[in-house]
T-cell receptor, first 114, second 113 residues
Framework: ETGVTQSPTHLIKTRGQQVTLRCSSQSGHNTVSWYQQALGQGPQFIFQ???????GRGNFPPRFSGLQFPNYSSELNVNALELDDSALYLC?????????????FGEGSRLTVL | KQEVTQIPAALSVPEGENLVLNCSFTDSAIYNLQWFRQDPGKGLTSLLLIQSSQREQTSGRLNASLDKSSGRSTLYIAASQPGDSATYLC????????????FGKGITLSVRP
């Protein structure tokens, strides 16, 4: 069984640029959620996708957007990058609507904004 | 608003010691609670999931308990090993539609050989 995979693992951007992070869900999982983890903090919920529709969103501005594809993989897009966007971005997948089962996380994408 | 607290932030113990990691949450209306392990710079590894109707879950040397009424969970690690050194996070999911996981900041555990 293939676990959750994320790409890229590390990337460096400058303020104002745009970034796309990618996630492949675990086999058999149809829900993907994204979390932002700043250094020394717990992960913060960004949003969740179920069957290609966003069905939950945390306290993040609209410049954070996402997509889920028919094969349940997902993208996180961040526009107009700010220094505070530097963090580890974690993708998690689960079965069903996503608010009941166990979440399985990928290794994350480390974003540095200069 | 759900808040999750994990104290202390860091813990150092000698190898072989049995230890308890604590997690407290403010809203007892939870659906489930999940414990994770995180190695430096890495993602989260799920350790145990406890549904709100359960009191505890066990996996190998790990045992997690849940007391919803008092807003507490504990992760018990038996016979700790240097390989257990990592950050341990707990996360709760409230009941209700579109309820996300709310995480604590984690406890960084160091097990000394």
């Amino acid at each position: 069984e293939t676990g959750v995979t994320q790409s890229p693992t590390h990337l460096i951007k400058t303020r104002g640029q745009q970034v796309t992070l990618r996630c492949s869900s675990q086999s058999g999982h149809n829900t993907v959620s994204w979390y932002q983890q700043a250094l020394g903090q717990g992960p913060q919920f960004i949003f969740q996708y179920y069957r290609e529709e966003e069905n939950g969103r945390g306290n993040f501005p609209p410049r954070f957007s996402g997509l889920q594809f028919p094969n349940y993989s997902s993208e996180l897009n961040v526009n107009a990058l700010e220094l505070d966007d530097s963090a580890l971005y974690l993708c998690a997948s689960s079965r069903g609507t996503g608010y009941t089962g166990e979440l399985f996380f990928g290794e994350g994408s480390r974003l540095t904004v200069l | 608003k759900q808040e999750v607290t994990q104290i202390p932030a860091a813990l150092s113990v000698p190898e072989g010691e049995n230890l308890v990691l604590n997690c407290s949450f403010t809203d007892s209306a939870i659906y489930n609670l999940q414990w994770f392990r995180q190695d430096p710079g890495k993602g989260l590894t799920s350790l145990l999931l406890i549904q709100s109707s359960q009191r505890e879950q066990t996996s190998g040397r790990l045992n997690a308990s849940l007391d919803k009424s008092s807003g507490r969970s504990t992760l018990y690690i038996a016979a700790s090993q240097p390989g257990d050194s990592a950050t341990y996070l707990c996360a709760v999911r409230r009941t209700g539609a579109n309820s996300k996981l709310t995480f604590g900041k984690g406890i960084t555990l160091s097990v000394r050989p």
